[in-house]
């Protein structure tokens, strides 16, 4: 069974720092690409970071890059989202997730989706 687990949200202030952890359990880590995704209350799940298998690409969102940093431990099953100078709009349910062989940019190429980790932002 495959399970994704998500952890590291919770309430911070505009300009400070988060880290979310995915742990990854059931399925082969090194053929996924792995994304985190946002959902926003009323709004659609947005695409915010992705790593491919072997950690050799990474890709942001626009409104992300330059302030959050994606990144895989491979020995721990894991996929991290290091998250700096957050800012009210970045609040949402973060979910990680996982795309068989692929970059983990679209939404719907993933195979496995966590629950979700809520991070709110306070101005």
């Known amino acids: 069974q495959v399970q994704l687990v998500e952890s590291g949200g919770g309430l911070v202030q505009t300009g400070g720092s988060l880290r979310l952890s995915c742990v990854a359990s059931g399925l082969t880590f090194s053929d996924y690409g792995m994304g985190w995704f946002r959902q926003a209350p009323g709004k659609e799940r947005e695409f915010v970071a992705a790593?491919?298998?072997?950690?050799?690409?990474?890709y942001y969102a626009d409104s992300v890059k330059g302030r959050f940093t994606i990144s895989r431990d491979r020995a721990k099953n894991t996929v991290y989202l290091q998250m700096n100078t957050l800012k009210p709009e970045d609040t949402a349910v973060y979910y990680c997730a996982a795309d068989l062989f692929g970059s983990a940019q679209n939404r719907g190429d993933m195979e496995y989706w966590g629950k979700g980790t809520l991070v709110t932002v306070s101005s």
């Open positions: 790593i491919t298998r072997r950690a050799i690409s990474t």
